[in-house]
């Protein structure tokens, strides 16, 4: 099979990577409308665990990449243009399309709104990150914070522990304040049109994250030379999940198994992510090459997430059997 070198500076091991991580949010999305079984919950919550956090940290090393090519305003505007029209598109053409499929076979549901985010409130969120980013560069904070990551990494003052402890935590207090700032400031139909807030707010420390590591290789280094904190948490994490619903969860009560599970979820989404961000990142860099089918999946993933979601609604609509529903749509 046909393969090619990765470009001066690309982390070729990451198409593999960001080709898996989009694509999932397809096998995610394949059972919307359809009943909440048993796999459709656990992939929901694997996909909570480590998919959209870390697919946000590798974004944050592909924008470290692109800016050491470009200069700052340039890489902003052919970004807002990238991000934006597609955003607009599914806004303005997809939502309603999709709203008007719903509401023809009688989802009560869809009648809430006409456009709606639905996964397109990545793009929204990439946006922000990008302006976010730009500021930074613009006020030269990047380089102080460069800096100061550099003199904390050589007198040893911070281990990569610290790191992925720092990120779990601030994304954690994102994710919890973002909504009660949000219920305190909005209306509830506001609320309910911008809930995905929630989301942008608190992946953005995981954003960051890539980001600096794609910028400082003091960090990369830092992160990558020891991954056993990182496998520590994903183990813990997995062992978690298996005693809570294996052990735990079966002999408990409804109220205190919802309440327990939701706990359980926000902290692994917390701490997920940065530990399989490491993971993810250090098995990349180990790749040389990859196959041109994977290449052109890589290639074609952006698309195939960005318009699968009415091809999706379509077909589950049709409510013949769950599980044939579903394997249409993936």
Known sequence: MTETTPPVGYIIGLDTWRAALMLGGVVLHGSIGLPALGLFVAIDMISQTFRMGTFFGIAGILTAIALAKRAPGEWLRRRLVRLGFPLAFGLFILSPFIWLMRTAAGDIAATDTLFNWYHLWFLAALIAYSTIIYALIRLRLDEALETYLVDLIARKTVRSSTVLLFTAVTSATLFGIAPRIMAATMSDS?????????????????????????????????????????????????????????????????????????????????????????????????????????????????????????????????????????????
């Open 190 to 330: 506001t609320f309910a049109t911008f809930r995905m807030l929630q989301l942008a707010a608190g992946y953005l420390p995981m954003f960051l994250l890539g980001y600096l590591v794609g910028r400082v290789p003091a960090l990369k280094s830092l992160l990558l030379h020891k991954t056993g904190t990182a496998m520590m948490i994903a183990l813990a994490i997995t062992s978690s999940y298996l005693i809570w619903f294996a052990l735990i969860a079966p002999y408990a009560n409804s109220a205190i198994v919802a309440s327990g599970t939701a706990d359980l979820r926000f902290v692994a989404a917390a701490i997920g992510p940065p530990a399989a961000f490491v993971l993810i990142l250090r098995s990349a860099l180990r790749v040389r090459s990859v196959p041109y089918l994977v290449q052109r999946v890589s290639a074609a993933s952006y698309t195939i997430y960005v318009l699968h979601l009415p091809l999706v609604v379509a077909i589950n609509l049709s409510f013949v059997a769950p599980w044939l529903m579903y394997t249409l749509s993936v």
